[in-house]
């Protein structure tokens, strides 16, 4: 369940239209500093969707325990144990935090 000041947050941000539009236009800009930074790591986008990457690598389930260590949430599939799914990182400081440790900084 949501706490009361979130849910009040949310329907402040959810009856917002100029930050909904806002929204929209940066996050395929921020998807695609994912993606090249992915790419850069040598890691194929088998999925995207505006939030969220799924990429496919030989062992998901050990890259997923790396970046756990370094507090990345990832989401691994059990049924696909090569898939691994990346959130859009918050900012520029999220998205070289995750490069280092994709690149095993």
């Given at each position: 369940?949501?706490?009361?000041?979130?849910?009040?947050?949310l329907?402040?941000?959810?009856a917002?239209?100029?930050?909904?539009?806002?929204?929209?236009?940066?996050?395929?800009?921020?998807?695609?500093?994912?993606?090249?930074?992915?790419?850069?790591?040598?890691?194929?986008?088998?999925?995207?969707?505006?939030?969220?990457?799924?990429?496919?690598?030989?062992?998901?389930?050990?890259?997923?325990?790396?970046?756990?260590?370094?507090?990345?949430?990832?989401?691994?599939?059990?049924?696909?144990?090569?898939?691994?799914?990346?959130?859009?990182?918050?900012?520029?400081?999220?998205?070289?935090?995750?490069e280092?440790?994709?690149?095993?900084?």
């Amino acid at each position: 369940p949501l706490r009361k000041p979130l849910r009040r947050a949310l329907t402040r941000a959810y009856a917002d239209a100029g930050w909904i539009a806002a929204t929209r236009r940066h996050l395929p800009k921020e998807a695609d500093r994912l993606d090249a930074m992915l790419r850069h790591c040598g890691f194929q986008v088998a999925g995207a969707c505006p939030l969220f990457r799924l990429i496919e690598t030989d062992d998901a389930r050990a890259l997923f325990e790396r970046l756990a260590r370094r507090a990345i949430l990832t989401r691994p599939f059990a049924a696909r144990p090569r898939w691994l799914r990346i959130g859009l990182p918050a900012d520029a400081k999220a998205l070289a935090r995750l490069e280092a440790a994709l690149a095993g900084d």
